[in-house]
Structures are given as structure tokens and as C-alpha cells.
């Protein structure tokens, strides 16, 4: 490597000790040009690192190279950013992460399911991660406590901090923060594998689409809780200016969190990065500049010395003389231009009899993509015409649908065998992609079955050569020839395969290259609901382009179910004349089918709300009602089934002014869906609309508890980025604009702005209405309130009280309060005497006996609250022996068992 590169390694792992002592994240760049060897450099910090940092016995191997091919030539090495192949020693724990993520244009799929494919890294390790984290954690001990309830105010904090995954980590038991993480990358994994399985079955239907995860701010919440026990997580970006959204914006998370041991080493050519125009540009524009170490080329990357240089000329060419070899690496002062060079024919050639002259060096290009059409010229006719084959059987390169830039190579070799032109040596290369040696260094392992080309430049040579050399005729043959061969439903395909095929097969049949047969047809239903899981506009506009990319006119119910998705995503892009238009003619249909059931409930909800959206309030609220009409036909009032529907009836409602009876509604839904776990999301959907709803009856105080509490509860149970916890923040900052508290609400609508456009994009219609609405609340002065209201913030907990009152009668209270005052609380009802709920905070419900159900759906979910029960033996109330301390008795307009939360 050379004495100064040896240094910069030195550096690099000085960074990774400082962000391991520090506890914050940090962004290191390394920004230089093609083949100057940066990822080289990283490589060899990985090695550093393995041999340094690791206690035995050692979890990670020696290089990134471990278990690889021993002829992997210099081109495939380079490209190497995590290990493979190997097998732990027994008993190892890794006692730091490394992820390695290639941020090229020919990731597959959207943006978001590109970062999903990513996580098979973390999955693959999730085991023994598991058991370091619990090493690290403590689990067994904190987690007795905390279900004990000894860590009761702790939890409650825990729950606020962690974000993501909390509902889910209670159910099994260990709502602990970090193995989250784990849990949920290893959920996100799976059911990549399930959709993608030989019999994936119905994919669920959302009826409202709003409701859908946002997986970039899962990712990097439960990420940055994951790394906060200690555990160092080493994120490797190649080619950060190739960054689409949202890797962009999950780097960006997680560099800017307060606080987690997680270092980005980010490769990037120079300049790139300072475009405004690259995805990457926020990443250095928002992460604070003390975290950022930008490494530059020249001044900090510097070109590699001459002996570095020669050694490598050497390797390369053994039988250069010492003076050849200066004529090459005089003119080609990086790796990459120096290994291509070397490789040229020519040059080899003439190496080979000691007559290598400046001239020849001189004619060839500088740059790496000029030396890639040199090098494409002087390869075997053979091995060009298969690297031409197999760039025409990607779908990238297939139609206009995809950007993944891989092809099957057992697939391409068996469906291309018959075609009467090919060459023999052609078939045979075509079948040993990837261990051809000439091929090598121009194609790489995905895995056991797919192969790409090591650059997108060499892709882009192989597509330019196909279309002057094979002719329009040749590529048709080619494309309906792998047609013939496609059926992911095929028993026994891997999921990457299946996949592969998948895209391939919509592709060729949008391009008209196969029939829309029923393999098509399901290959495109998985990649819609795939594109559906995400609520940005990335991934809506995929939903679109897929679902219009199939003919017109399918009335199936499949047809009628892709053409309901349509509309959907028409409906969220904001295009709301095309998407009633759409969903009017899938109603139509559906009733001329005389399929009337779960489905036709479906389509009539997603036309009903696109009538919202378009202002036809009351044409809006007949549909609803006829869902929940026809939902009710089989399910009970009360079932799960029939929460969506009742809460957009309710909505509904009082979108044309009937309040009164919209709370009603919502009250009932909330106390229903809030005594289970079957849908959470729906939960938290009703408790925000309620307060919407108070806030329209002018009921401020409910208006203000439900809202603020919505807020603590969409971020503890879904995270700061989640739909759900967008819509209670704008309900937050309606609620404290009613409430006079103008720079409450402007703080909450500029978070709400700003979330809002980092999740679903500057231009999806959510969130230019939060825009909107943050620069009118900017501009303008609130109303007056029409009470006087007691002191509040944002940061207000809820506490639920158990205890007697001076009758000796058990009641229980609700009580806001700010967290600042909860440890004199606790000395209060450590010291006895008369308890007065009013002195402490605001009591938002109160009632005889204990909270019923119904009460506590209505307040809040009993994770949220913190308990306290006075009484005169145990600590801090966690028994109850007999009456000590008293309550002041109940409010006057409190009911016996029941709650005054109306």
C-alpha cells in the first residue's frame, strides 16, 4: 500500500476508537477518483481492525476476502465491501458491526426495497449479534425488573427514547431497547422472502394507505437504539454520490442522532457530493460539521507513491522491465487506470517482447471508462458477444420499468443454448459467467445464481456494442427466447432469483416481447404490493408505472384489485380527478361481477376518499357508510375488520360538520380497538382524529391531552418519522394554535413540515399541505383562546393514580404533569398525608374503583403510563398493604367507575 496510505489507515482507525469512546456517530469521506483506491483503503481498515480490535476468540475473519475464490482477480477484489463465506469460531461474539452498502444506480428495485435488500447483511448475523447485545445490555436482570414494574418511570423513558419496535418487543417479552433491531430487521428480511417464496398466499390489503411503515426511519431508529449499548456499528457507503433518497435520508438519521457509536465511511468521487442536484448533498447539509471529516483528493488523499505504484506493476505485469514500467505508471497514477491499462492488449503484447515504447502508452485514455472501450475492442469476439447477451438480459437493460442491472446466468445460458447463431464458445462462456478468466473482470457474483458487471460503465459499453453489433432482430431473439424460459412460480427458486425473474418477465411483456399470461400477472401483483409497503412518492410513482404498464381493461378480480392499488396511489400522488376516475370504473365493474364483498368494501373506500380529496365531503360520506354496510353483512360491530371503516365513517362525518356525532363515533372506536394489540396503527389513527374532533367542538383541554398524547405515543410505539406520528404532530400544532401558544405551534409545524418532506418527499401532496400549513402559522397571530387554559408543554407525561380518599373509597386519577415534578411526587407519596391531584397537573380523567378497559383506551395505552399506588409498605408504592396516604376525593362531574375524559 505505500507508507502514506498506511498512515491514512492509521487515521481511519483512530476515527473508529474516537466514535467507540465517544458514543456519537460520525461521517468520514473519502473522495477521490475512479481507481484511486478507496475502497482499498477501506479494506484494509477492515484487516486492521480484525487483527486489532477483537478479543478472542475472533468473531470477524482476518480480510473481507476471506472465503473467496484464491483467483479473484484484483478487479473483483476491489469491489468487496463485506465478508462472506465464513464460518465464526465457536463461541465468538462480534464486538463490533460492519455493513457494507454499494449506493450504485443498479441497486434493485425502489429506493426503499433496495435499503430492505440491505439488511440481509444484519440478518445474516443477527444470531450472534443477539447474544453480544445481550452481553452488553444485561437483559435478563433489566428485563425482570421492568416487568416486575420496578422500572416503571424508567420504562416509560426507555419507550420515548427507543422509538420503534416497543409494541412489538412487549408482546414477546422483552421490551428492551436495541433487540428491536434485530427483531425487526430480521421481520423485514422475512417477509422479503416470504412474498418472494414458491407459494407467498394473499398479500394483505391496507385500507388506508397512510397507515404504511416507513422503513428508512425504522431502519435508522432501531439501528441507532441497537448501537447505544455499546455494541460499534461501521456503515460502508461505495459511491455515496450515486445515493438515491432514501439511503440518503437514512444516513442522515443516523448521523445526526444525539447520541450511538455508528461511523459512515462514505466513498464518493470528487465533487460530487457538493451538487445540490445529489440525493447525498443533505447527508453533509444536515449532519452537524463537527461530525463530518471530509478526506480529499489531493491534498489528504494523495496519489499512491511511486514504489507503491511500481509494486503494483509489478503484480500486474512480472515481466514488465523497470522501465517499462515507469512509462505505465508515469501516465496512470492510480490503481484502477493502472490495472486496466495493464490489462490492454496491446500493451501486454508488447511487454511480452520488451518493445513497450511511450507512444503506445501515451495513446491510450487516461480515464477508466475511455480504458474500458479499449479494453471491450481487444477482447475475444467470443467473450464480447456473451458479455453483450448477458447486458440485454437484465432488467435494467430490458425495458423501462426497473434499474437492476443483474441477470441469472443459469437461466440466460440454458434459454439462449438453442438460438441457431450463437457460438459454442459463446454458450460455454454465457454458462460459466463469472469464472471465465477473461470475463472475470468484467463480471461479478451477486450470489450463486446472479451476476452483474463490476461497473455501470462496463454495463454501458456492453448495451452501446449490443446495438451496433447484434442487430434489432438478434436482441428480439434474445428477449423471447429468456421469455420462454421465466416462471417464478417455479417450486424450489431462491427468492433473488425468483425476483429477478419476476422483473424480467413484467419487463419483456410491457416491451411486448411475451404475452400477459398468468405468470405476468402474478409477477406484477408481487412487485405492486412490494412498491406498496412505502408511503414516498418514489415508490407510489413505481405503483403507477407498474400497474399502467399492463393492458387496459382486465375486469378479473386481480385485474380489478391492481387497477384498485391505481387509483390508490393516484389518489396519494395527489392526482385526484384520475384516481376517482379510476376507482368509479373498478366500482362499476365489481357491481356488474356481483362480487359485493371484502373487496367491493375496498374499492368503495378508496373512491370514497378520493372523493374527499377532491371536496365532494358529502358524496364522500355515502360511500363510507355503504362500506361499513357492506362490511357489517360479515363481521360483528365491534370486530377488527370493521375499524378502518369506522373510522373513516367517522371522519367522514365531520368533514360535513357534525362534530358531536363524529366524537361519538370515535370515542366508541377508541375503546374498542384500544383494549387489544390487533391493529395499533388504527389505534393511534383514531385517538389523533379524535382530537381533531374535540378540537372542532371546541372541547380545548380534551383537544390538547389527546393531541399531545398522540404524539408521545405514535413516536414511543412507531418512531419520530411514522405516519401515524405525522399526522398527530399537525394535530399537536393545531391544537396549541387554538390554545393562543404560537410558538409552540409554529416549533410543531415547521417538525412536521420537515418530517413530513423527508419521508414522503418535497412534492407528495402531505407534505406540501404541512408547508403550507407552516408558513401560515409563521405569518399570522393565533385567535384568542375561549378558556383559560393551565400551563402546558409538550413534554407532559400522564399518570395514572391508585389510591383512596378521604372516605376510604378506592378511586383512581389521570393526571398530566411535567416530568420535572415526578421525583417530588414520589417523595410526597413517600412522606403520607393528603394527596390534591389539581396541585400536581391538570387531572384529564378520574373515576371510582379501578380504570375500566374503555378508560384506558381513552387515555392512553398502559405502556405509555407511569403507575403509582400509595400506599405504607414497598417502594415507591410498588405494593399495596393497606391505606396510608389519601386522595382528595373525585372531581364533582366525575361518575362512579366511570371517567369525565368527555
Given at each position: 500500500?505505500?507508507?502514506?496510505?498506511?498512515?491514512?489507515?492509521?487515521?481511519?482507525?483512530?476515527?473508529?476508537?474516537?466514535?467507540?469512546?465517544?458514543?456519537?456517530?460520525?461521517?468520514?469521506?473519502?473522495?477521490?477518483?475512479?481507481?484511486?483506491?478507496?475502497?482499498?483503503?477501506?479494506?484494509?481498515?477492515?484487516?486492521?481492525?480484525?487483527?486489532?480490535?477483537?478479543?478472542?476468540?475472533?468473531?470477524?475473519?482476518?480480510?473481507?476476502?476471506?472465503?473467496?475464490?484464491?483467483?479473484?482477480?484484483?478487479?473483483?477484489?476491489?469491489?468487496?465491501?463485506?465478508?462472506?463465506?465464513?464460518?465464526?469460531?465457536?463461541?465468538?461474539?462480534?464486538?463490533?458491526?460492519?455493513?457494507?452498502?454499494?449506493?450504485?444506480?443498479?441497486?434493485?428495485?425502489?429506493?426503499?426495497?433496495?435499503?430492505?435488500?440491505?439488511?440481509?447483511?444484519?440478518?445474516?448475523?443477527?444470531?450472534?449479534?443477539?447474544?453480544?447485545?445481550?452481553?452488553?445490555?444485561?437483559?435478563?436482570?433489566?428485563?425482570?425488573?421492568?416487568?416486575?414494574?420496578?422500572?416503571?418511570?424508567?420504562?416509560?423513558?426507555?419507550?420515548?427514547?427507543?422509538?420503534?419496535?416497543?409494541?412489538?418487543?412487549?408482546?414477546?417479552?422483552?421490551?428492551?431497547?436495541?433487540?428491536?433491531?434485530?427483531?425487526?430487521?430480521?421481520?423485514?428480511?422475512?417477509?422479503?422472502?416470504?412474498?418472494?417464496?414458491?407459494?407467498?398466499?394473499?398479500?394483505?390489503?391496507?385500507?388506508?394507505?397512510?397507515?404504511?411503515?416507513?422503513?428508512?426511519?425504522?431502519?435508522?431508529?432501531?439501528?441507532?437504539?441497537?448501537?447505544?449499548?455499546?455494541?460499534?456499528?461501521?456503515?460502508?457507503?461505495?459511491?455515496?454520490?450515486?445515493?438515491?433518497?432514501?439511503?440518503?435520508?437514512?444516513?442522515?438519521?443516523?448521523?445526526?442522532?444525539?447520541?450511538?457509536?455508528?461511523?459512515?465511511?462514505?466513498?464518493?468521487?470528487?465533487?460530487?457530493?457538493?451538487?445540490?442536484?445529489?440525493?447525498?448533498?443533505?447527508?453533509?447539509?444536515?449532519?452537524?460539521a463537527d461530525r463530518v471529516r471530509r478526506m480529499r483528493q489531493p491534498a489528504e488523499l494523495p496519489d499512491l507513491e511511486p514504489r507503491a505504484l511500481d509494486e503494483l506493476a509489478v503484480h500486474l505485469l512480472p515481466d514488465a522491465s523497470a522501465a517499462e514500467r515507469r512509462l505505465l505508471t508515469s501516465r496512470f497514477t492510480v490503481p484502477l487506470t493502472l490495472e486496466v491499462a495493464c490489462s490492454v492488449r496491446s500493451i501486454r503484447e508488447a511487454v511480452a517482447v520488451h518493445d513497450l515504447r511511450a507512444e503506445d502508452v501515451d495513446e491510450l485514455p487516461r480515464d477508466v471508462e475511455g480504458l474500458y472501450r479499449v479494453v471491450w475492442s481487444q477482447l475475444p469476439a467470443a467473450t464480447r458477444e456473451a458479455l453483450m447477451v448477458a447486458a440485454l438480459a437484465t432488467p435494467r437493460t430490458a425495458g423501462q420499468l426497473f434499474r437492476d442491472g443483474s441477470w441469472d446466468a443459469d437461466v440466460v445460458a440454458t434459454a439462449?443454448?438453442?438460438?441457431?447463431?450463437?457460438?459454442?464458445?459463446?454458450?460455454?462462456?454465457?454458462?460459466?459467467?463469472?469464472?471465465?478468466?477473461?470475463?472475470?473482470?468484467?463480471?461479478?457474483?451477486?450470489?450463486?445464481?446472479?451476476?452483474?458487471?463490476?461497473?455501470?460503465?462496463?454495463?454501458?459499453?456492453?448495451?452501446?456494442?449490443?446495438?451496433?453489433?447484434?442487430?434489432?432482430?438478434?436482441?428480439?431473439?434474445?428477449?423471447?427466447?429468456?421469455?420462454?424460459?421465466?416462471?417464478?412460480?417455479?417450486?424450489?427458486?431462491?427468492?433473488?432469483?425468483?425476483?429477478?425473474?419476476?422483473?424480467?418477465?413484467?419487463?419483456?411483456?410491457?416491451?411486448?416481447?411475451?404475452?400477459?399470461?398468468?405468470?405476468?400477472?402474478?409477477?406484477?401483483?408481487?412487485?405492486?404490493?412490494?412498491?406498496?409497503?412505502?408511503?414516498?412518492?418514489?415508490?407510489?410513482?413505481?405503483?403507477?408505472?407498474?400497474?399502467?404498464?399492463?393492458?387496459?381493461?382486465?375486469?378479473?378480480?386481480?385485474?380489478?384489485?391492481?387497477?384498485?392499488?391505481?387509483?390508490?396511489?393516484?389518489?396519494?400522488?395527489?392526482?385526484?380527478?384520475?384516481?376517482?376516475?379510476?376507482?368509479?370504473?373498478?366500482?362499476?365493474?365489481?357491481?356488474?361481477?356481483?362480487?359485493?364483498?371484502?373487496?367491493?368494501?375496498?374499492?368503495?373506500?378508496?373512491?370514497?376518499?378520493?372523493?374527499?380529496?377532491?371536496?365532494?365531503?358529502?358524496?364522500?360520506?355515502?360511500?363510507?357508510?355503504?362500506?361499513?354496510?357492506?362490511?357489517?353483512?360479515?363481521?360483528?360491530?365491534?370486530?377488527?375488520?370493521?375499524?378502518?371503516?369506522?373510522?373513516?365513517?367517522?371522519?367522514?362525518?365531520?368533514?360535513?360538520?357534525?362534530?358531536?356525532?363524529?366524537?361519538?363515533?370515535?370515542?366508541?372506536?377508541?375503546?374498542?380497538?384500544?383494549?387489544?394489540?390487533?391493529?395499533?396503527?388504527?389505534?393511534?389513527?383514531?385517538?389523533?382524529?379524535?382530537?381533531?374532533?374535540?378540537?372542532?367542538?371546541?372541547?380545548?383541554?380534551?383537544?390538547?391531552?389527546?393531541?399531545?398524547?398522540?404524539?408521545?405515543?405514535?413516536?414511543?410505539?412507531?418512531?419520530?418519522?411514522?405516519?401515524?406520528?405525522?399526522?398527530?404532530?399537525?394535530?399537536?400544532?393545531?391544537?396549541?394554535?387554538?390554545?393562543?401558544?404560537?410558538?409552540?405551534?409554529?416549533?410543531?409545524?415547521?417538525?412536521?413540515?420537515?418530517?413530513?418532506?423527508?419521508?414522503?418527499?418535497?412534492?407528495?401532496?402531505?407534505?406540501?399541505?404541512?408547508?403550507?400549513?407552516?408558513?401560515?402559522?409563521?405569518?399570522?397571530?393565533?385567535?384568542?383562546?375561549?378558556?383559560?387554559?393551565?400551563?402546558?408543554?409538550?413534554?407532559?407525561?400522564?399518570?395514572?393514580?391508585?389510591?383512596?380518599?378521604?372516605?376510604?373509597?378506592?378511586?383512581?386519577?389521570?393526571?398530566?404533569?411535567?416530568?420535572?415534578?415526578?421525583?417530588?411526587?414520589?417523595?410526597?407519596?413517600?412522606?403520607?398525608?393528603?394527596?390534591?391531584?389539581?396541585?400536581?397537573?391538570?387531572?384529564?380523567?378520574?373515576?371510582?374503583?379501578?380504570?375500566?378497559?374503555?378508560?384506558?383506551?381513552?387515555?392512553?395505552?398502559?405502556?405509555?403510563?407511569?403507575?403509582?399506588?400509595?400506599?405504607?409498605?414497598?417502594?415507591?408504592?410498588?405494593?399495596?398493604?393497606?391505606?396510608?396516604?389519601?386522595?382528595?376525593?373525585?372531581?364533582?362531574?366525575?361518575?362512579?367507575?366511570?371517567?369525565?375524559?368527555?
Open positions: 500500500m505505500g507508507g502514506t496510505r498506511e498512515r491514512l489507515v492509521a487515521d481511519l482507525l483512530a476515527h473508529v476508537d474516537e466514535v467507540r469512546a465517544t458514543g456519537r456517530p460520525r461521517l468520514v469521506t473519502l473522495e477521490a477518483g475512479t481507481g484511486w483506491g478507496k475502497t482499498r483503503l477501506v479494506q484494509e481498515l477492515y484487516a486492521r481492525m480484525a487483527a486489532e480490535r477483537q478479543q478472542a476468540p475472533a468473531y470477524w475473519p482476518e480480510s473481507l476476502f476471506a472465503g473467496a475464490d484464491d483467483a479473484l482477480p484484483l478487479e473483483g477484489r476491489r469491489k468487496r465491501l463485506y465478508p462472506t463465506g465464513f464460518t465464526p469460531a465457536e463461541g465468538a461474539v462480534p464486538h463490533w458491526f460492519w455493513w457494507g452498502i454499494t449506493a450504485t444506480a443498479h441497486r434493485h428495485g425502489t429506493a426503499v426495497q433496495a435499503l430492505a435488500q440491505d439488511l440481509m447483511q444484519v440478518e445474516a448475523h443477527s444470531a450472534a449479534l443477539e447474544r453480544r447485545w445481550r452481553e452488553l445490555a444485561g437483559v435478563r436482570d433489566k428485563a425482570v425488573r421492568v416487568l416486575r414494574g420496578e422500572d416503571a418511570a424508567e420504562f416509560g423513558t426507555v419507550l420515548r427514547d427507543e422509538g420503534v419496535t416497543r409494541a412489538a418487543e412487549a408482546i414477546v417479552g422483552s421490551a428492551i431497547p436495541g433487540l428491536g433491531f434485530l427483531m425487526w430487521a430480521g421481520g423485514v428480511v422475512w417477509r422479503q422472502r416470504q412474498r418472494w417464496s414458491a407459494d407467498p398466499g394473499p398479500q394483505p390489503v391496507d385500507a388506508q394507505g397512510q397507515n404504511r411503515t416507513d422503513l428508512v426511519t425504522e431502519l435508522a431508529t432501531s439501528l441507532g437504539s441497537f448501537a447505544r449499548v455499546g455494541l460499534p456499528v461501521i456503515i460502508v457507503v461505495e459511491d455515496l454520490h450515486d445515493a438515491d433518497a432514501s439511503l440518503a435520508d437514512f444516513l442522515t438519521r443516523v448521523l445526526t442522532a444525539p447520541s450511538g457509536p455508528v461511523l459512515v465511511f462514505a466513498t464518493a468521487w470528487p465533487g460530487l457530493l457538493d451538487g445540490e442536484e445529489v440525493a447525498a448533498h443533505r447527508v453533509l447539509d444536515e449532519v452537524p439462449l443454448a438453442a438460438l441457431p447463431w450463437l457460438d459454442d464458445q459463446v454458450r460455454e462462456i454465457l454458462a460459466g459467467a463469472g469464472t471465465d478468466s477473461t470475463a472475470y473482470a468484467w463480471v461479478r457474483r451477486v450470489d450463486d445464481w446472479l451476476r452483474r458487471f463490476h461497473e455501470p460503465a462496463q454495463l454501458d459499453v456492453a448495451v452501446d456494442a449490443s446495438d451496433e453489433e447484434l442487430g434489432r432482430r438478434r436482441r428480439r431473439a434474445i428477449h423471447e427466447a429468456l421469455a420462454a424460459h421465466l416462471d417464478p412460480r417455479e417450486s424450489g427458486l431462491a427468492a433473488p432469483r425468483r425476483r429477478w425473474q419476476a422483473q424480467m418477465l413484467v419487463s419483456l411483456a410491457a416491451e411486448g416481447f411475451v404475452g400477459w399470461t398468468e405468470p405476468v400477472y402474478e409477477s406484477l401483483d408481487l412487485l405492486v404490493d412490494e412498491a406498496r409497503e412505502q408511503p414516498d412518492t418514489d415508490s407510489l410513482r413505481t405503483v403507477v408505472a407498474l400497474a399502467r404498464s399492463a393492458p387496459t381493461g382486465d375486469s378479473s378480480p386481480a385485474g380489478l384489485r391492481r387497477r384498485r392499488h391505481l387509483g390508490e396511489a393516484l389518489r396519494q400522488l395527489g392526482r385526484t380527478d384520475d384516481a376517482v376516475a379510476e376507482l368509479s370504473e373498478v366500482v362499476r365493474l365489481r357491481e356488474a361481477s356481483g362480487e359485493l364483498g371484502d373487496d367491493y368494501a375496498l374499492d368503495l373506500n378508496q373512491l370514497a376518499l378520493a372523493e374527499s380529496g377532491a371536496g365532494r365531503q358529502e358524496r364522500a360520506l355515502e360511500l363510507h357508510r355503504r362500506v361499513v354496510d357492506v362490511l357489517s353483512a360479515t363481521y360483528a360491530s365491534d370486530a377488527p375488520e370493521l375499524w378502518a371503516a369506522r373510522n373513516n365513517l367517522a371522519i367522514a362525518v365531520n368533514s360535513v360538520g357534525r362534530t358531536a356525532e363524529a366524537i361519538d363515533l370515535l370515542e366508541k372506536l377508541v375503546a374498542d380497538s384500544g383494549t387489544g394489540l390487533e391493529n395499533l396503527e388504527l389505534y393511534h389513527m383514531a385517538r389523533t382524529n379524535l382530537a381533531g374532533c374535540y378540537l372542532a367542538a371546541g372541547e380545548l383541554m380534551h383537544g390538547i391531552f389527546f393531541s399531545q398524547t398522540s404524539v408521545h405515543m405514535a413516536e414511543a410505539t412507531f418512531g419520530s418519522h411514522h405516519p401515524i406520528t405525522l399526522h398527530a404532530l399537525d394535530m399537536l400544532a393545531q391544537a396549541a394554535w387554538a390554545a393562543g401558544a404560537a410558538d409552540l405551534a409554529r416549533q410543531v409545524a415547521d417538525r412536521h413540515a420537515r418530517i413530513a418532506a423527508d419521508v414522503l418527499g418535497e412534492d407528495h401532496p402531505s407534505a406540501v399541505s404541512a408547508a403550507q400549513a407552516a408558513a401560515h402559522i409563521a405569518e399570522h397571530e393565533p385567535p384568542e383562546p375561549p378558556i383559560t387554559l393551565p400551563p402546558w408543554t409538550p413534554a407532559d407525561q400522564t399518570l395514572l393514580i391508585l389510591g383512596r380518599n378521604t372516605h376510604g373509597k378506592e378511586i383512581y386519577t389521570y393526571l398530566r404533569i411535567h416530568p420535572d415534578r415526578v421525583d417530588a411526587l414520589r417523595a410526597t407519596f413517600a412522606g403520607g398525608g393528603l394527596f390534591r391531584p389539581g396541585d400536581w397537573g391538570a387531572v384529564v380523567a378520574s373515576g371510582y374503583g379501578k380504570p375500566t378497559p374503555r378508560d384506558t383506551a381513552l387515555t392512553g395505552i398502559p405502556e405509555y403510563m407511569i403507575y403509582f399506588t400509595p400506599n405504607d409498605g414497598g417502594e415507591n408504592g410498588a405494593e399495596n398493604h393497606g391505606p396510608r396516604d389519601t386522595v382528595e376525593d373525585l372531581p364533582p362531574d366525575a361518575s362512579p367507575g366511570g371517567s369525565n375524559c368527555r
